[in-house]
């Protein structure tokens, strides 16, 4: 009689390895990314995925080649600027970068007299590219600004849709970037009406939601209380939070120009359905940052602001005593209530860029250090992620998705 036991010793051998394959697929299977974080280096955009503890995974293929400086990604497609050319690549679901789809010639177009391509901003769709383009003399004195907005279309091709000229903030420095509100119909930055050294002030923008061009629109501001009627707000920055609340960067001088300086302080102010802004903040209110807010940037949620500097404020000759390091610090924003203190100084390491994903992670990049930092952020905590932060030598741009 045939042996039945090569048989039997075979099917348990089977059964044996199926059950250890698939616990060992089970095991190895490696979660899906809760962010796409991409790194402008000198060699190309590394591309890093960001595990839910905020652990980041360089991914393959990088560094991707890429012209220019990366300006966005709506995850179709990314966005590079060249001195006057934009780039589209195509995008992959991981977030790879593949080849290039399109290229448009912004010298061809209104508004490019006033310098080549800088602050660039996608809208919340993803379906519209504002480029600023400004240029101002060595002295300072104002030459022009404007905005350029173009259509991003299914294959990638870019449309140019119109050029809204504007006014340049010489006392603030390099151009404030445009922030868009969360109901994708307002825009606002930073601008100097009258062309000199007396008072920089929120400008504002309506998008048209039908081309999505970006014009130039009559915003009615109300400020809060000053110390008396002497002294006059002076805004340096602004950010949306995704509903109708913007925070601004702002501080006091009395009897414009050229007067004494107060503290830097931190305002909250709502928009109504015209895009005027309104706050019920006072002095008395508002937050002194320890982190002088060179770089603003709300949480998806809207409920954290976070600020940084790359400069040391304290020691130069560029306003009040004590008006900030470097660094970086997170407040509690509130919508129409005044915002409120939330971290000490995170880290005095200079910070050029701050970015959050929509999973409790803020990132900040120093330029002068090459060091990414990562922390994991919610309203009642904040935790460095693990490996952070991060040596990337070279990094100038950070972009996250």
């Not at 190895?28 to 000198?42: N, S």
């Not at 299914?154 to 868009?180: A, M, N």
């Not at 509130?334 to 390491?349: D, E, F, H, M, V």
């Not at 309203?379 to 972009?399: E, H, V």
Request: with cysteine.
């Amino acid at each position: 009689m045939t042996s039945r036991l090569p048989y039997l010793f075979c099917l348990a051998a089977a059964v044996f390895s199926h059950a250890a394959l698939a616990q060992f697929t089970a095991a190895t299977t490696v979660p899906a990314p809760v962010a796409q974080v991409y790194v402008q280096t000198p060699h190309g955009v590394n591309l890093y995925n960001t595990s839910s503890t905020g652990k980041l995974t360089l991914a393959p293929g990088s560094p991707f080649k890429t012209i220019g400086l990366m300006v966005g990604t709506n995850g179709k497609y990314f966005i590079s600027n060249g001195t006057n050319v934009v780039h589209v690549y195509a995008a992959s679901s991981t977030g790879a970068i593949g080849k290039e789809v399109s290229t448009i010639n912004t010298a061809l177009y209104a508004g490019a007299e006033c310098g080549t391509t800088g602050p660039t901003l996608l809208d919340h769709t993803g379906g519209s590219l504002y480029i600023q383009h400004d240029n101002a003399s060595s002295s300072g004195s104002y030459v022009c600004s404007a905005f350029q907005s173009f259509r991003i279309g299914s294959t990638g091709q870019l449309t140019y849709v119109g050029t809204t000229k504007t006014f340049i903030d010489l006392h603030v420095g390099p151009p404030t970037p445009l922030t868009i509100i969360g109901r994708n119909n307002f825009a606002y930055d930073i601008a100097d009406p009258n062309i000199g050294y007396d008072g920089s002030v929120i400008q504002g923008f309506k998008r048209n939601g039908t081309t999505g061009s970006l014009d130039e629109w009559n915003v009615l501001v109300s400020n809060p209380s000053t110390f008396d009627a002497s002294w006059f707000w002076m805004q340096y920055g602004v950010t949306a939070d995704p509903t109708n609340h913007v925070a601004v960067f702002e501080i006091q001088e009395q009897g414009l120009p050229y007067g004494p300086y107060a503290h830097p302080q931190l305002a909250s102010y709502t928009m109504d359905p015209s895009g005027n802004l309104t706050s019920t903040n006072t002095y008395k209110n508002m937050p002194v940052p320890l982190v002088y807010p060179q770089v603003m940037n709300m949480s998806p949620s809207g409920k954290l602001l976070a600020i940084a500097s790359a400069t040391d404020y304290t020691s130069c000759n560029c306003g009040p005593t004590n008006s900030g390091t470097s660094g970086l610090q997170v407040f509690h924003f509130n919508g129409a209530n005044p915002i409120t203190r939330y971290s000490a100084t995170l880290t005095k390491t200079p910070i050029d860029s701050i970015r959050w994903d929509k999973a409790n992670h803020l990132y900040a990049l120093s330029f002068s250090t090459g060091k990414l930092f990562v922390y994991t952020v919610t309203p009642t905590s904040i935790t460095p992620a693990p490996g952070s932060p991060y040596l990337i030598r070279g990094a100038t741009g950070l972009l996250v998705r």
